[in-house]
């Protein structure tokens, strides 16, 4: 996670390490987080709990997250160029420069610290057409989820 700032990346270890010893997050994490991601620190916990996020591999290593939003929409999302596509991405976190990122990407973050990320692979033309940002692909993906 080389754009995070050293603290929000200390924050995401500390989460890793009293969840793996713990298994949940110790309020004085949780007030952290909060400090430092704002309100959508708690809408990224929900959607973790609800198992929302899903970390999508391909066999040549290319490696995607896809998120359910509260809305119910599969969001794609690119961690290591930290880009979501939903409104509050593009508004707060790139318009107005608030916020280091959104729920969504939070959210990915923190269910792989906390080890609970659901795994799935496909194949690179899948991938490709993921990276791509081919919503049908994603929606292809959901649908054999269910
Ligand atoms: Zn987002």
Do not use: N, W
């Amino acid at each position: 996670m080389p754009l995070l700032p050293v603290v929000a990346e200390q924050l995401l270890r500390d989460v890793r390490s009293s969840y793996r010893e713990e298994s949940r997050i110790p309020d004085d994490l949780l007030i952290a987080l909060r400090f430092v991601f704002g309100s959508c620190a708690l809408q990224a916990l929900d959607l973790v709990d609800q198992r929302s996020v899903t970390c999508v591999t391909s066999p040549s290593g290319r490696e995607v997250f896809q998120v359910t939003g509260g809305s119910g929409r599969l969001y794609t999302l690119f961690t290591r160029c930290q880009y979501c596509p939903c409104p509050a991405f593009s508004f707060s976190v790139l318009r107005r420069g608030e916020g280091l990122l959104c729920k969504h990407i939070l959210a990915a973050y923190l269910s792989q610290a906390m080890g609970v990320c659901r795994q799935e692979q496909v194949s690179d033309q899948l991938m490709t057409r993921l990276l791509a940002g081919q919503e049908d692909a994603g929606e292809h993906l959901r649908s054999a989820r269910v």
